[in-house]
């Protein structure tokens, strides 16, 4: 098993370009997320997908769009990109099953210009 | 997430313990989690705590929760080198995390 998996690892755009960052799992879980991790701040959820089909706003959506095309890929869209969204964009994954544990995929380091 | 709070820095000799400190406010999360994250990688689950439990010791580490202060440390027994990372105190909430800020252990020879 992968776990989880995100493309690609480093990006650099342009302000005003737009860029898609892809996830999957092959866990089989019915909840995936992403995070955005800035220095000092942790991890801040910007959306998620309880279950295949849903998708819910976190604490930080302003700037970004998500798809759950299916159970196992949930993307995240940055349309006009801005250099706040300069940051570390972990995607995760849960069964929801026993504790709940969150499955980190290994991060795209993207910087904005 | 501002719901849960913890330091941002500590240092700490090899072979010594460290105490990681973590705040929360969600009183009815029903885990509360330490997640360990290394140089370039993701998160991963170091431990866990379920909250009806007061301490859980696993190896090197031990987990104390104070729900009535709604306080939860780690302990890292004899650091290691190899402990050095940030570490995350993570409470639950229906389908999500809230993380702190996350503490950055340097291990010291």
């Known amino acids: 098993n992968a776990g989880v998996t995100q493309t690609p690892k480093f990006q650099v755009l342009k302000t005003g370009q737009s860029m898609t960052l892809q996830c999957a799992q092959d866990?089989?879980?019915?909840?995936m997320y992403w995070y955005r991790q800035d220095p000092g701040m942790g991890l801040r959820l910007i959306y998620y997908s309880a279950s295949e089909g849903t998708t819910d706003k976190g604490e930080v959506p302003n700037g970004y769009n998500v798809s759950r095309l299916n159970k196992r890929e949930f993307s995240l869209r940055l349309e006009s990109a801005a250099p706040s969204q300069t940051s570390v964009y972990f995607c995760a994954s849960t069964g929801l099953a026993g504790i709940n544990e969150q499955f980190f995929g290994p991060g795209t380091r993207l910087t904005v210009l | 997430g501002e719901d849960v709070e913890q330091s941002l820095f500590l240092s700490v000799r090899e072979g010594d313990s460290s105490v990681i400190n973590c705040t929360y406010t969600?009183?009815?999360?029903?885990?509360l989690y330490w997640y360990k994250q290394e140089p370039g990688a993701g998160l991963q689950l170091l431990t866990y705590i379920f909250s009806n439990m007061d301490m859980k010791q696993d190896q090197r580490l031990t987990v104390l929760l104070n729900k009535k202060d709604k306080h939860l440390s780690l302990r890292i027994a004899d650091t290691q080198t190899g402990d050095s990372a940030i570490y995350f105190c993570a409470e639950s909430n229906d389908y999500k995390l809230s993380f702190g800020a996350g503490t950055t252990v340097t291990v010291r020879a």
């Open positions: 969600d009183s009815s999360s029903t885990y």
């Open positions: 866990m089989n879980h019915n909840s």
